[in-house]
């Protein structure tokens, strides 16, 4: 089946600082989404990015289809920032999501 | 609504309860997904109904797990003799075309069997 992976698994952060997640995909991508899911479990849409280069606010995202990796740039990051970042390919009506990366921001 | 509601948010089962979890999705959205969500994992799909057809139901885990939205809005996911490895964060995403590019996800409902 489609591997999605993401990385890094963990990741800590001192407010103020810039960080880059990555998704690897093992199939062609049709769509692309980022997702965070804050603490209280909720899955919000960041981006819908399956080529090219998205930029909203402090966040950006980039997908190189052609080389099967997606990246999520977070800059001065802050508390409210915390949280799981997935990124997940759409197959017709599915998500198949990735592993995420779970983020702490500290004050 | 505004958003995706489900309810309840939390729910506390003992083994071998029945358990019905409910999802409210945005009016007027055709599309409706279940997913589960392991501790640590990400969403995995569970089923899929387009207005009240189920048209795939192919990632529930067992026939204990049967989903329903008879009139096209509102919809139930229920588990029957719930099991220890049951305990899971139960997600619902609602979308206005018939893929799942743009769907949005309720809060959840998380359930622990004990």
């Known amino acids: 089946g489609i591997q999605v992976e993401q990385s890094p698994p963990d990741l800590i952060l001192q407010e103020g600082a810039n960080s880059t997640l990555r998704c690897n995909f093992s199939d062609s991508v049709n769509n692309l989404q980022w997702f965070h899911q804050n603490p209280w479990g909720q899955l919000i849409n960041l981006f819908y990015i399956p080529s090219g280069t998205k930029q909203n606010g402090r966040l950006s995202a980039t997908t190189v289809a052609t080389e099967r990796y997606s990246l999520l740039y977070i800059s001065s990051s802050q508390t409210t920032d915390s949280g799981v970042y997935f990124c997940a390919l759409t197959r017709a009506y599915k998500y198949i999501f990735g592993t995420g990366t779970r983020l702490k921001v500290l004050a | 609504g505004a958003g995706v509601s489900q309810s309840p948010r939390y729910k506390v089962a003992k083994r071998g309860q029945d358990v019905a979890l409910r999802c409210d999705p945005i009016?007027?959205?055709?599309?409706l997904f279940w997913y589960q969500q392991a501790l640590g994992q990400g969403p995995e799909f569970l089923t899929y109904?387009?207005?009240?057809?189920?048209?795939?139901k192919s990632g529930l885990p067992s026939d204990r797990f049967f989903a329903e939205r008879p009139e096209g809005s509102v919809s139930t996911l229920k588990i029957q003799r719930t099991q220890q490895e049951d305990s899971a964060v139960y997600l619902c995403a609602s979308s206005s075309g018939q893929g799942a590019g743009g769907a949005f996800f309720g809060q959840g409902t998380r359930l622990t069997v004990v």
């Open positions: 009016s007027g959205h055709v599309s």
């Open positions: 109904f387009q207005n009240e057809a189920q048209l795939d």
